[in-house]
């Protein structure tokens, strides 16, 4: 099989009933985990009390605001910080695809008619739900406790932009970490590619603080990277910092990082495909 057949193969039509099967053994397989889940998800909330404690004393200090931001309004962020992540960001993808290329597991692809970027992405939705599901009750319980800090958006537009730039950055965030994982094609270990790219996403993308706080021409460089459309960018809609031309702005590059990403990882997947068969994968 050449590389352009095996790509006719994946690219062919499909029934949708296939991948809805594929989406429910996601599930089923996922949820053996449930409880690893929920601990990291209790667990995974502790850096938030040291968040909470830091702010504090930052304000409390300073004695006023920050670019915008009050005490409240920042424990805010770092609260929709946390449900995004659990909306969103892959759990474990990357060392799955790379295992299957790995222990060539991936030869069992190359004789379905299955995209493998499809079947890889329904299993990424079912984890996803899975994971949302079991988390839901930590996170709502935090955010009953700081209840006080939530200010909802008033216009149901607020809300459709969001939830839009919400689903193009979980399309963002799957297709970078797809196409990361071919890399296990021409290298054993991709560990050390995976935590160099994954630090510059969360100092990038808004997990260790809000991008707008920092000065003018580093947010105008941020801007043109793809971690700000992963976190940041549905973040800052919804709390109503990111609006009008600015905000049509940042959708339209999301949409072209979407897109790029998209072809990214049809890229390194053809390639890869063409040197695993040029070694006798």
Wanted: hydrophobic fraction near 50%; glycine fraction near 8%; charged fraction near 10%.
């Amino acid at each position: 099989m050449t590389a352009t057949s095996a790509h006719v193969r994946f690219g062919g039509p499909m029934s949708l009933q296939k991948y809805l099967t594929v989406f429910n053994l996601g599930i089923q397989n996922t949820f053996v985990y449930r409880w690893n889940y929920l601990l990291r998800a209790i667990f995974g909330l502790i850096p938030l009390i040291g968040t909470v404690f830091l702010w504090r004393a930052i304000f409390q200090e300073s004695g006023g605001g920050m670019r915008g931001y009050d005490y409240g309004s920042m424990i805010y962020y770092y609260l929709l910080t946390i449900l995004v992540s659990n909306l969103v960001t892959p759990t474990e993808d990357e060392w799955q695809i790379a295992a299957d290329i790995r222990e060539g597991q991936i030869n069992s692809f190359l004789t379905k008619p299955m995209s493998y970027l499809a079947y890889r992405f329904c299993i990424f939705l079912s984890g996803r739900l899975v994971y949302t599901v079991v988390t839901i009750l930590p996170i709502a319980a935090i955010f009953i406790y700081f209840r006080r800090f939530i200010v909802l958006p008033n216009e149901s537009m607020t809300w459709l932009v969001a939830i839009f730039s919400l689903l193009m950055s979980a399309f963002i965030q799957f297709f970078l970490t797809y196409a990361l994982s071919m890399m296990a094609f021409w290298i054993l270990e991709i560990s050390t590619i995976v935590f160099i790219v994954y630090s510059f996403e969360y100092f990038l993308g808004g997990q260790m603080f809000p991008l707008d706080i920092m000065p003018p021409a580093i947010q105008a460089v941020m801007k043109w990277l793809p971690f700000y459309y992963e976190l940041f960018c549905p973040i800052s809609i919804f709390q109503g910092r990111l609006r009008g031309p600015e905000m049509w702005s940042a959708l339209a590059i999301q949409a072209g990082w979407m897109v790029a990403m998209w072809g990214a990882a049809r890229l390194m997947w053809d390639r890869g495909l063409g040197h695993y068969q040029a070694v006798g994968g």
